[in-house]
């Protein structure tokens, strides 16, 4: 098949995804409204995984056959599902803003650039540096331009950047000892794993007390469908389909698409020059994620 033939969805999934993507982020603090942190956690991935379960019995998918596979997925798992997003979602509780954490997360792929050839002993390029020292400016000037809308806490700080490690430390360990696990047992195993983290952290140490209304039956299905399974599964069909460089440069939109889902579902404001810091983050992001053409 040649390339004028590629199907519209194909063409339309880079879009739709960085779309669900960025969404994810405000409506996540919309849920959070209504429900705590690791009780929506929960919530988000027992959904997941009984939406997931009738797949797995209609197409059969094989098992991985080693233990040390199940082993890989189920740490894949604790650390992009339980630590990434458990502690996202403790720093929105602390007020940290959609786009601001937006652009923390944002830096994920400069940190995986830099990390993974300085864990196979590469030099890292100055590029990549300079990438990551514009990402952090750019994240520094919209954190100093909300301060006077909304003051930085030190813990809201602290829960981002542990966030950050959780899905870089994560992508690294994929990277590493990823296999070729069918994507629905992969996401069963993954989501699993993530629920037996946050559950026991939920009902311990919070209410676990829900508000049921139409808004967050609404944000729970946006994040357990359109979040969760249809975002996953575009980017898993792109990656197959050789469509992840397109991804890579939509990927810079994440956080001024997040600061407005952000503005039109929670209010939140952003000063002209947090948009300045945005789109430094931004040029940091594209430095250091372009490939390089010579070795």
């Known amino acids: 098949m040649n390339q004028t033939s590629k199907p519209v969805w194909l063409t339309l999934a880079p879009v739709i995804f960085t779309l669900l993507w960025a ?18 956690l929960s919530l ?18 094989a098992l991985p056959k080693r233990k040390a596979d199940w082993l890989h997925l189920v740490v894949v798992g604790v650390l992009v599902q339980a630590v990434y997003f ?21 830096l994920q792929p400069i940190l995986v650039a830099i990390l993974a050839p300085a864990l196979a002993r590469e030099k890292v390029s100055w590029k990549r540096w300079l990438g990551l020292l514009l990402g952090l400016v750019g994240v520094l000037i919209v954190i100093i331009a909300r301060s006077d809308i909304e003051p930085p806490t030190i813990i809201g700080v602290g829960f ?5 490690l959780g899905i870089t430390s994560g992508v690294l360990y994929e990277k590493r000892f990823g296999g070729t696990a069918h994507p629905i047992v992969a ?14 952290i939920a009902f311990f140490f919070e209410t676990m007390q829900v508000q049921w209304n139409g808004e967050f039956l609404a944000a729970l299905a946006y994040l357990a469908i359109g979040n969760s399974i249809l975002a996953i599964s575009l980017l898993l069909a792109m990656i197959r389909a050789g469509e992840v460089s397109r991804v890579s440069s939509l990927m810079f ?21 947090a948009w300045i810091g945005m789109a430094v983050a931004a040029v940091g992001v594209a430095i250091a994620a372009r490939k390089r053409v010579s070795s």
């Open 44 to 61: 988000r991935f027992s959904a997941v995984v009984i939406l997931l379960v009738p797949f797995y019995l209609y197409f059969k998918p």
């Open 187 to 200: 996401n069963l195993v993954q989501y699993a794993a993530g629920f037996s983290v946050v559950f026991p």
């Open 23 to 40: 969404g994810g982020y405000g409506v996540a603090k919309v849920g959070l409204q209504y429900a705590e942190p690791m009780t929506l």
């Open 86 to 106: 458990g502690f996202c979602w403790w720093a929105f509780r602390t007020g940290v803003s959609a786009g601001v954490l937006a652009i923390f997360m944002s």
């Open 160 to 164: 981002s950047v542990m966030g950050l």
């Open 253 to 273: 939109l994440v956080p001024p698409l997040a600061a407005l889902f952000g503005w039109l579902l929670l209010g939140e404001e952003m000063p002209p020059v």
